[in-house]
């Protein structure tokens, strides 16, 4: 790397840790400037994208995860392909325009269901399509995408790639990151993200965690605080900034200046920590996009990836009617259309075009 460039990121890890210091005025300027950011660039609209859990199979041991492979008191399930599609069908009535369907990795449901699952919504239904199922080969990515996938969600979790080889016995952060780099080739739209306060984590780690995001230039950025899971081996830590929660948001608004054009959604954990209005204070902070749980009520108490996920004796309904209610109480609007990133439709690749 050049001198410049390596002066360049200290300097931008130097101010961002300086902003996660603001308190009182600085504090109240900080989340100003994150919510002028977002208005700017994203406008009033906050898109609505239901969860639908649809497999909590999963062939990993992530040791922050409640449903790692090794965690014995999940009750495994994967919905059937007419399941699923009675879930896209209800969400196209409830101002849901796209559909996020995330699953454990590995195989819950094989690639071949899936993507017949991916073209049925895409011809039965006005949905954008977004999956996150982990890190898979470039093959199955691809395979997805010709079948009309949207977007594709993969945090890359830390960019401490020590902190990320003890997290993941199955993956290094190396291999995520080669993960994101072919989706981009393929045309989708790529999310990625990290968890605030790992065990072992430093404030160094959330500046670069935050740049990462940046230099990865990405559509979409979920990021929420590491909530510790009885039936792990982090059972018994605590959040890096347990002490000093405030953090959570402070990340978030300083996400959101260091990424002014990409999709920030008020991610559910802030909902776990602060119960009831975390993700309303989200939005205030920088985030555009809400992501209600829409999993039917029968599997919610099984996708439980942390404990205190909200929402778990409640009905599809019942969130998608609350999660209108809480936009609108915040005098934002609920966003109409697809909501996809900005330039997406004439990037190289984005219209289905194979590179070689
Ligand atoms: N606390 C908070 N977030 C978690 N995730 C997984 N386990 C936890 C936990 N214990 C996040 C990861 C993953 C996303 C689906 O949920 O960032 O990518
Ligand atoms: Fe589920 Fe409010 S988001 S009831």
């Known amino acids: 790397m050049s001198t410049e460039k390596t002066k360049n990121i200290y300097s931008l890890a130097?101010?961002?840790?300086?902003?996660?210091e603001a308190e009182n005025d600085a504090l109240k300027k900080l989340y100003r400037q994150a919510d002028a950011v977002r208005c700017h660039w994203m406008g009033d609209d906050v898109f609505i994208r239901g969860i639908l859990e649809f497999s909590n199979i999963c062939a990993n041991d992530c040791l922050y995860c409640g449903l790692r492979h090794s965690n014995r008191k999940v009750r495994r399930y994967a919905m059937t392909a007419e399941a699923i599609?009675?879930?896209?069908?209800?969400?196209?009535?409830?101002?849901?325009?796209?559909?996020?369907?995330?699953?454990?990795?590995?195989?819950?449901?094989?690639?071949?269901?899936?993507?017949?699952?991916?073209?049925?919504?895409?011809?039965?239904?006005?949905?954008?399509?977004?999956?996150?199922?982990?890190?898979?080969?470039?093959?199955?990515?691809?395979?997805?995408?010709?079948c009309g996938m949207d977007r594709y969600l993969l945090r890359f979790e830390t960019s401490d790639a020590d902190l990320f080889r003890r997290m993941h016995p199955d993956c290094t952060l190396a291999e995520r990151l080669g993960c994101l780099r072919i989706l981009r080739t393929t045309g989708v739209q790529v999310g990625s993200g990290f968890m605030i306060g790992l065990p072992g984590e430093t404030r160094d780690t959330l500046?670069?965690?935050?740049?990462?995001?940046?230099?990865?230039?990405?559509?979409?950025?979920?990021?929420?605080?590491?909530?510790?899971?009885?039936?792990?081996?982090?059972?018994h830590e605590k959040n890096a900034y347990a002490d000093n929660d405030e953090i959570f948001f402070k990340a978030l608004a300083v996400l959101r200046i260091f990424n002014p054009r990409a999709h920030i959604p008020a991610t559910t954990a802030y909902d776990a920590v602060f119960p009831g209005y975390g993700r309303n204070l989200a939005l205030q902070r920088g985030a555009n996009i809400f992501m209600p749980n829409s999993s039917p009520a029968q599997y919610r108490k099984d996708y439980l990836i942390y404990p205190g996920k909200p929402c778990i004796d409640e009905s599809p309904g019942r969130c998608a009617a609350c999660v209108v209610a809480r936009i609108h109480g915040l005098g934002r609007h609920v966003g109409q259309g697809p909501g996809h990133a900005r330039g997406w439709e004439v990037r190289p690749h984005a219209n289905g075009f194979k590179p070689e």
């Open 14 to 20: 130097a101010s961002i840790l300086q902003m996660l």
């Open 85 to 146: 599609m009675e879930v896209a069908r209800q969400m196209a009535g409830t101002y849901q325009t796209t559909i996020v369907m995330q699953s454990g990795e590995g195989q819950g449901l094989n690639d071949a269901t899936l993507g017949a699952i991916i073209r049925r919504i895409k011809a039965e239904t006005n949905l954008a399509v977004t999956l996150s199922a982990g890190n898979r080969p470039r093959e199955t990515y691809q395979y997805w995408r010709d």
């Open 207 to 235: 500046a670069n965690n935050i740049l990462l995001c940046r230099d990865l230039n990405l559509d979409m950025i979920g990021i929420g605080p590491f909530i510790p899971h009885p039936d792990t081996p982090l059972a």
